[in-house]
């Protein structure tokens, strides 16, 4: 089931879903490893033609042609809002570490990560608590922007804190392309 995402982390996934199975909070995971172009998609929504204009400028400037491409190629569902600040590969998502759940209860997704439940809990706080036990990052508790449903291996916001955007272009080239 996680299996695309690193060792490392795929493992302590496996562990922070258990632990949130033996509380009786069931978390599924659907987004794990998301490839360049899908969060191209993500980024892409709800963005201005200016705010795409200039990307697409910083990315030349940087050298950074697969990511442009991911860019340039990518056709995102006509939204409001955007999705995400992550351009393609400065998520966690592109490099297998990090996965997003949300709270199945009783056969219903719930996607309210303010939902309680009848015993007064809330299945995204529990999840978001086991996952700081296992030193996790996990979204919930983030204070620019409250992701509950995300969870991430390191506590670098983003792969640009460790890595320049040209290397990650790189990267991302190789192992996508």
């Not at 569902?77 to 592109?94: F, K, V």
């Amino acid at each position: 089931m996680l299996d695309l995402l690193t060792d490392e982390f795929g493992a302590l996934a496996e562990e922070l879903l258990e632990n949130c199975r033996q509380q009786g909070i069931i978390m599924v995971p659907y987004e794990k490893l998301r490839t360049p172009a899908v969060q191209a998609n993500h980024w892409k929504a709800g963005r201005s033609a200016a705010d795409i204009h200039d990307t697409r400028k910083r990315l030349l400037q940087q050298d950074c042609q697969f990511l442009l491409e991911c860019i340039d190629k990518a056709t995102p569902q006509q939204r409001h809002q955007s999705l995400t600040n992550a351009l393609p590969g400065c998520s966690w998502h592109q490099w297998g570490e990090a996965m997003d759940c949300y709270w199945s209860l009783n056969g219903r997704d719930i996607w309210d990560i303010a939902y309680l439940d009848a015993d007064n809990r809330n299945g995204y706080k529990v999840y978001a608590t086991e996952a700081r036990k296992l030193g996790l990052e996990a979204g919930y508790f983030w204070d620019s922007i409250q992701d509950g449903v995300h969870v991430q291996l390191r506590k670098e916001a983003s792969p640009l804190v460790c890595y320049s955007l040209k290397m990650i272009n790189d990267v991302m080239e190789e192992y996508f392309s």
